[in-house]
């Protein structure tokens, strides 16, 4: 069969040619003698004309044509009467003269219109998945979805990447989130892990002298969804061998220029900015700051230290911190009420409190200005927090990871709010010189940063056993409109540094050759020094949809309960199924 011809593509150009195309009939209006159908399909939409002048019999079938129906067309093109073209649509100008229709399929009432505008709600939307696919919107998504795909494989083809999958039925090994456990049948109480990711496969790729490898992969993580997050979710993995952090990093960041470009037509030429992962925390109070806007957070603690407002010094003295973020031109757009309601936006990280004053040509007013009316202080802090007359500047005094999870969250609050944001800005940027590890106060143990086979920054090594919370590690992310969209390291390559690595997060000699002895193995026999880094698709397809959830770019996800409400998956299974796997269900999670 020749090309197919869309709905969507019968345009001018076609003027008296027969055509015959396929769709679904998306609105259908009956004048009397003459049938107007809209016939649509994933390239768009036509008009198809059934005139009893013409066509008695295409006109009888037309009758019984109702929405949603797909059918089969063949007509001739012809251009539209004068003041009937519709300059929106690319099919606009002409319409097809019905010769022949032939009904493929019927359709029942659907439960919610093929419509971009219409608001239905997101479970009916999953239940009929395949009825909201058919929505322009949805299958656009899914276009630029597989764009994004054909630009990474075409890049890392060309740049001698090889795809190699790597095993769905895998070992459980801590690698920070839930795994997915799968029971097995032949070897019942024992379980594969579904991969959180390709992690130790394509490090032992490097080992088999792959070189450079990718894949576009599934992965799997039980934990509690937000918007940007599914059970199991597509990343592109990436390894090498051979190459730095740098070498890594530029191989990257022109991948992604490309992708801006093939993409969104976007032609990004400057270097991404690199950031420390202390410097965005002190500048944004965040590790995957969204740099579209400032309002950076600033630093008071040395000025308000001196004043006789108790709440900002205890803390001090407490050896906290306290911050501000000067929301310019707020004093007049934020009302009492309004600014009490920001405190709802820090009280979700702990903040105990939102401290705020406002600048007015007559000094500072609100309910704690008093105790920095005085002038050295007072100048001091307006310099520090680059303030002027008309702005208002708020401030978080707690621990210090209390105020960067609070003033992070109310800057990107106030930055929607003051409609700071550019939506067509894409603005990536580097966070790189992360802590290796992070004391887990509720385990009472180190935890990897990013994940055990990260290799610290050779200064570093010799804290392993010392000082562990103050080793840099090697690792890199790549930050996108304050998401994290993809994220690596070098790795460890020798064994007995891989050891101390596991010893620091609180793993027995023991435990670790039973959990990663295949790794530690394999460190013996000739492992390249390698590097990679993994992105998360679903997210890079949803900024460049302008979508404000993955969902929307996936073709059939889960619900925020982690269901799918089209084929109600998890469901129970029959006894005999569990029986085969030596399982059994306690009562009380039947009844659930
Ligand atoms: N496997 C890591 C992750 O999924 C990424 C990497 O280090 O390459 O986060």
């Known amino acids: 069969m020749t090309k197919k011809l869309y709905c969507g593509e019968v345009t001018d150009e076609l003027i008296d040619q027969e055509v015959t195309i396929n769709g679904w009939v998306h609105k259908r209006r009956d004048l009397g003698g003459m049938i107007f159908v809209d016939l649509r399909d994933r390239e768009g939409v036509v008009q198809v004309v059934f005139d009893a002048e013409k066509n008695k019999e295409s006109l ?63 479970e009916l939307r999953l239940k009929y998945r395949y009825l909201d696919l058919r929505r322009p919107k949805m299958n656009h998504n899914l276009k630029i979805r597989h764009q994004v795909k054909k630009v990474f494989r075409n890049y890392l083809d060309e740049h001698g990447f090889i795809d190699v999958e790597t095993p769905f039925l895998t070992k459980s090994t801590p690698e920070g989130a839930r795994d997915y456990l799968v029971p097995s049948r032949v070897h019942n109480g024992k379980f594969f892990a579904l991969p959180q990711s390709p992690q130790l496969f394509k490090q032992l790729l490097m080992s088999s002298g792959v070189d450079r490898y990718y894949q576009i992969v599934r992965c799997f993580r039980d934990e509690d969804l937000r918007g940007d997050r599914q059970p199991e979710f597509t990343q592109v993995d990436i390894e090498t061998s051979f190459l730095n952090d740098q070498e890594i990093q530029d191989l990257i960041e022109k991948l992604l220029k490309r992708l801006v470009k093939e993409v969104k037509g976007l032609e990004i030429t400057e270097d991404f900015p690199r950031l420390s992962y202390q410097e965005a925390m002190d500048r944004f109070g965040s590790d995957k700051p969204d740099i579209r806007f ?16 108790k709440v900002f010094t205890s803390v001090l003295e407490k050896g ?62 307006l310099s520090k927090m680059e303030a002027e007359a008309g702005d208002l500047l708020l401030f978080v005094a707690d621990e210090l990871k209390v105020v960067y999870d609070a003033l992070g969250a109310l800057r990107l609050h106030l930055g929607k709010e003051l409609d700071l944001i550019d939506e067509n800005e894409l603005a990536f940027l580097w966070v790189v010189d992360w802590p290796l590890l992070e004391y887990d106060e509720e385990q009472d143990k180190y935890m990897a940063a990013h994940h055990p086979f990260t290799m610290p920054i050779k200064e570093d090594i010799d804290k392993l056993e010392t000082n562990p919370q103050d080793i840099t590690a090697t690792a890199y992310d ?22 101390r ?41 949803m900024i460049l949809a302008g979508e404000a959830n993955i969902r929307e770019v ?7 309960n982690a269901k799918d ?15 085969e796997l030596g399982l059994s269900i306690t009562e009380k999670e039947k009844k659930e």
């Open 60 to 122: 009888q079938t037309a009758e019984d044509i109702r929405k949603e129906f797909v059918i089969e067309v063949t007509g001739k093109v012809v251009k539209r009467q004068p003041g009937a073209e519709n300059d929106d649509l690319k099919t606009g100008q002409i319409e097809i003269e019905a010769t022949a229709v032939n009904i493929l399929s019927k359709s029942k009432n659907i439960p919610f219109e093929i419509n971009d505008d219409r608001s239905v709600s997101e």
């Open 478 to 499: 790549i930050v996108l409109n304050g998401y994290e969209i993809g994220g690596g390291s070098i790795r460890i390559h020798e064994r007995d540094l891989q050891m």
């Open 294 to 309: 400032g309002l950076e957070l600033q630093d008071v603690g040395d000025i308000v230290k001196d004043s006789s407002f």
């Open 320 to 381: 906290g911190a306290v911050k501000g973020i000067n929301a310019k031109g707020g004093a007049d757009t934020f009302t009492r009420k309004q600014i009490d309601k920001l405190q709802d936006v820090t009280a979700v990280y702990g903040a105990k409190g939102l401290a705020w004053v406002k600048v007015t040509e007559d000094g500072l007013s609100g309910p704690i200005a008093k105790f920095f009316e005085d002038g050295a202080l007072k100048e001091a802090l």
């Open 565 to 579: 409400p089209l084929t109600d998956a998890p469901s129970n299974v029959f006894d005999l199924q569990l029986d």
């Open 501 to 541: 690595m596991l010893k620091a997060l609180g793993f027995s000699e023991e435990e670790a050759n039973e959990q990663f002895g295949f790794l530690l193995e394999a460190l013996d026999y000739g492992f390249p020094p390698h590097g990679g880094i993994a992105f998360g698709l679903d997210r890079i397809v």
């Open 554 to 560: 996936i073709a059939f996800p889960k619900n925020k």
